[in-house]
């Protein structure tokens, strides 16, 4: 479990914040109200991750992610604001953060937000294949396209837990979330997607700050990933169109995605 750092200006959000963090495991190491208080109590602690509001007295959160990842490069920070913007979010991504949540949120969504944003290893560069399956598990592309919520989804992998014979595709099925085609589509989707952000990252196309920029950006439109990343001008249509072409063919397994 992680050490984490909990910063906002309002003590019912940083509530929130810790009640979801240390009911999951993690450790809550200090608080902060403000954007100086964080950058001061990270160097303090130096903690796994950080959350940071965007919109906070003294210094906001766009500024203190500068200053701590400054201070402390490869540092992790998640991004949890009112503020959904995409200039805002764009800064904040191509900035260095890992993520961002629009508020209000889900106490499930945090947690599955702090999991993949802790997958990334700056020592382990092959860590970086796990976060962007993380970003297409099949409860989470479910979720994307409103299927269920997070603690629907949350529910289910309970269920599955207790059951050993089960899989994610067999428990949305029963719930009757999705026929089993569109599960069978959801999963090529999440194949030619990870499959794309994998070759555009292998052929330094892009960079991992404009993949993750480009991830939250289709999460709050819907887009697709190629869309995305071409609409918000990190690579060209014309490279997402060649690339497509030498993804293989995706086969159906009735399971979750495995790279």
């Known amino acids: 479990m992680a050490r984490i750092l909990v910063t906002d200006d309002a003590a019912f959000m940083r509530t929130m914040l810790r009640d979801t963090l240390t009911g999951a495991g993690h450790e809550v190491v200090a608080e902060a109200s403000n954007g100086r208080e964080a950058v001061s109590r990270f160097a303090e602690h130096l903690p796994d991750l950080i959350t940071l509001d965007v919109t906070m007295p003294e210094m906001d959160g766009r500024a203190a992610l500068a200053a701590i990842l400054e201070a402390h490069p490869g540092s992790k920070a998640i991004m949890c604001s009112a503020v959904g913007q995409e200039a805002t979010i764009k800064e904040c991504l191509l900035g260095g953060a890992r993520d961002y949540l629009i508020k209000p949120f889900e106490s499930s969504q945090v947690l599955a937000t702090v999991s993949r944003a802790l997958l990334h290893k700056e020592t382990n560069p092959a860590t970086v294949l796990q976060e962007i399956v993380a970003w297409f598990d099949l409860g989470e592309i479910a979720v994307r396209q409103g299927l269920l919520s997070y603690s629907a989804l949350q529910d289910a992998r309970a269920a599955i837990a207790e059951r050993k014979d089960r899989n994610l595709v067999q428990e949305l099925l029963d719930r009757g979330v999705a026929s089993d085609e569109e599960l069978d ?67 159906s397994q009735n399971q979750t995605i495995r790279i």
């Open 185 to 251: 589509s959801f999963l090529a989707m999440g194949h030619r997607d990870v499959s794309m952000a994998y070759f555009l990252l292998k052929s330094k196309t892009i960079t991992v700050e404009q993949l993750r920029c480009a991830l939250v950006l289709m999460r709050k439109s819907g887009r697709l990933l190629g869309f995305t990343l071409s609409e918000h001008g990190f690579c060209t249509s014309q490279q997402i169109a060649e690339l497509v072409k030498k993804i293989p063919p995706f086969k």
